[in-house]
């Protein structure tokens, strides 16, 4: 019955923690959340945002930013981390 099992279900297993996996890094990216920081204060420098937008769209962020850093900590014997 192992055996059945290491050929058959271990397999699915591990694809299933691999797709997991990938789609952590992808929702948690923290570089990706980065350059939007980096541009929302770049299109309020030009002048394409107003200022409460800008706070506001920059709090959003800030917050996503820090429960992504949070995620890669507790994952990082998971997953590979990009930077």
């Known amino acids: 019955m192992f055996i059945v099992d290491d050929l058959f279900v271990s397999p699915f297993f591990s694809l299933l923690d691999i797709l997991q996996t990938m789609a952590l890094n992808e929702m948690y990216d923290t570089k ?8 929302n204060q770049l299109l309020y420098e030009v ?3 107003s200022e409460e ?9 800030e917050s996503q930013l820090e429960m992504a850093e949070q995620i890669q900590e507790q994952m ?6 990009k930077k």
């Open 32 to 39: 990706s959340i980065r350059d939007d920081i980096k541009e």
């Open 47 to 49: 002048g394409e945002r």
């Open 76 to 81: 990082r014997d998971r997953m590979e981390v």
């Open 53 to 61: 937008e800008h706070q506001q769209r920059k709090q959003e962020l």
